[in-house]
């Protein structure tokens, strides 16, 4: 039986030792760019949340200001109704009232419409003022809904990119990388407050 070469088997060994050096290196490369993926998607999804908190913080007083605003609304519309009502009241029975009467009769009557006037337009100021606060809440919400995206988004490429360091896959690195970009996206534009409306994304989210 013949023997194998000594030096072609030592060749195929060090070949062999060479693909695992290879394999490991491309494997280590992949780990590291992972980790620099997830370092750099951690620091940004903190920046976001902070961010976040701070648009949360301005919708609660938003929503505060807009409900305080309406509730004196519907209080000063009852108020001048019931003004209007004793005016007209007192107009109708001033034929009834003696001369002497009639002066402060009058007086009172003429009271009476310009507190209903003035409770007029305070109502329609309160009205104005809530409609503010209404639309001021309504554009801090699509950041809040932004912020909510990039958040799901960094859900699924953090998921993903532990599946990726666990496989040594690239291809999958490389889908990671949709809802990363995705989440940086959403990121971005409720740092930098861009009216991106995402109804859909609400929808599918539940917000």
Known sequence: ???DDPQETYDQIQE???DERAERKREQKLKNVVALTIALLATFAGLC???AENVAQAMQKSESERVNQYMWYQARNVREEVLKTAAAEMEAGSANVSPTAKSAWDKQTNEFKRLAKEQGEKKEKQKSDGDTADKHYESLN???DQF???DAFFSIAITLLALTALTG????YFVALVPTSAGFLMGFAGLLNLNWKLDF???LLGA
């Open 142 to 144: 699509v950041h809040d």
């Open 16 to 18: 062999v030792r060479e």
């Open 148 to 150: 909510d995206a990039a």
């Open 49 to 51: 949340k902070v961010k």
């Open 1 to 3: 039986m013949a023997l």
């Open 201 to 203: 994304l609400s929808k």
């Open 169 to 172: 896959s690239w291809s999958l």
